[in-house]
């Protein structure tokens, strides 16, 4: 069965970097688009990005263009979201999701994200 | 971007009974990529229905999803135990992506 198992909580400052990463398995990286998702507290969902499943493009929402990155790694079938110049806001659980065609047909089981200082 | 507005924000039913969630877009999503998501505390989304009415894999007859243009509904027909949390909707057929914030339903 398809299974996305996502990193461990992460605490970090404003200004700094982190990446997340995704691992899948049950099915190939490439038949499905990943996305990553996020809810801040008290928030509803708000897309991050995503890759295409059968090439390296991706695209991002407009709060994320220019300090975000998608990339996979297809040896170990790990999907990974980069995230720069972080601020109290970007404070959320953060999902990745795979899509089929469209929505979100399975997803991982979230990463916890504090940005304080 | 489109924004959805779900209605109510929370709904307070008895098992058995009738639940109707709404989702109004912004503009018209005229190709009805519109998908539903049952969340509960401390789990992942679960989908429940794509493309305005299509129930995913293993959702109960119970769900279902009607609308077009921009109006939405998720409709579950008697309400059982397990069914009790927030729900939610997204728009895929614009870029972004877009979700609703939820209507939490409660016993």
């Known amino acids: 069965q398809v299974q996305l198992v996502q990193s461990a909580s992460e605490v970090t400052r404003p200004g700094a970097s982190l990446t997340l990463s995704c691992k899948t398995s049950?099915?190939?990286?490439?038949?499905?688009?990943m996305h990553w998702v996020r809810q801040a507290p008290g928030e509803g969902f708000e897309w991050v990005g995503s890759?295409?499943?059968?090439?390296?493009?991706?695209d991002f929402g407009p709060r994320f263009q220019g300090r975000a990155t998608i990339r996979r790694d297809r040896s170990t079938a790990t999907v990974y979201l980069d995230l720069r110049r972080l601020t109290s806001d970007d404070t959320a659980m953060y999902y990745c999701?795979?899509?089929?065609?469209?929505?979100?047909?399975?997803w991982g089981q979230g990463t916890r994200v504090t940005v304080s200082s | 971007e489109i924004v959805l507005t779900q209605s109510p924000g929370f709904m307070s039913l008895s098992p058995g009974e009738r639940a109707t969630f709404s989702c109004r877009a912004g503009q018209s999503l005229s190709r009805s990529y519109v998908a539903w998501y049952q969340h509960k505390p401390g789990q992942p989304p679960k989908l429940l229905i794509y493309g305005t009415s299509n129930r995913a894999t293993g959702v109960p007859k119970r769900f279902s999803g009607s609308g077009s243009g921009t109006d939405f509904t998720l409709t579950i027909s008697r309400l059982e135990p397990e069914d009790f949390a927030v729900y939610f909707c997204q728009q895929y057929g614009f870029s972004p992506n877009t979700f609703s914030r939820g209507t939490k339903l409660e016993i």
């Open positions: 890759i295409e499943h059968d090439r390296d493009r991706t």
């Open positions: 999701a795979k899509e089929d065609s469209g929505s979100y047909d399975d």
């Open positions: 049950g099915y190939r990286l490439t038949d499905f688009g």
